[in-house]
């Protein structure tokens, strides 16, 4: 039996993936800080920590032996969007830590219990081919998740591990049903859950999707920047 751990299994694509996952017969440890959603799955160990808490996190760690799992995927996530009037620098850190350091955290505790020829997986976002207004926490986030997807891939090709950067555009999950701009190309996050497995399976270092929403995303960004400005004063909400 293959084993795999998810982090933010307990809501939104993290929690399909455990369930589509478990369903195909994998052993599933599944993270989060609320694990009602996980208890009727089988084939699934819950761990309830907070990602932030590196001591919490070490001792659910601990529980796993090492060189024992097949896949790691870092899929935990938060946004909060900045008001630029008034810009939150703790609502900032929070993002940061939890989008990024708390990566850091799951990459010490966690490389070690992956085989060799095991999987990496990290969850960031399409967000990072075109900046989003009011999104500079989360952005920067998945910025810096991009980048270190990138430098993971090569150090860790020498313990044949492979790493894939998750790219989503947007699937409806309760982080989605916050936001309050329109969302083109939404996806169920069946769908999404599809996407990333077949691409974790073909081992691809990069699963961006859905392609419109990327192809659109990457014109805009490739317009001059005064263009993009005034493109993004006439979204009725200030949000592109
Ligand atoms: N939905 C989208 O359109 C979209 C697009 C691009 C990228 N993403 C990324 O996809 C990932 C999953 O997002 P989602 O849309 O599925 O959101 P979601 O439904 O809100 O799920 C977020 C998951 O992260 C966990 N989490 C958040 N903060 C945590 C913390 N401090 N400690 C432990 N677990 C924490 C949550 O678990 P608990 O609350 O139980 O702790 C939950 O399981 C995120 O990294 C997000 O940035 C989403």
Known sequence: MKRILITGATSGIGLQLAKDYAADGWQVFGCGRRTEALADIANLTAFSFDVTDKQALQTAADTIADASLDMVLLNAGTCEYQQIDQFDGDSFARVINTNLIAVGYCLQFLLPKLKPGAQLALTGSAVVHLPFS????????????????????????????????IQPGFVDTPLTARNQFAMPWLMTVEQASQRIRAGIANRKAVIAFPWPLLLLLKLVSWLPLRWQLKLLATQPTGEL
């Not at 009011?134 to 430098?151: C, M, P, T, V």
């Open 134 to 165: 009011q999104a500079e926490a989360y952005g920067a986030s998945k910025a810096a998740i991009h980048y270190l997807a990138q430098s993971l891939q090569r150090d860790l090709h020498s313990k044949n591990i492979s790493v894939s950067e």
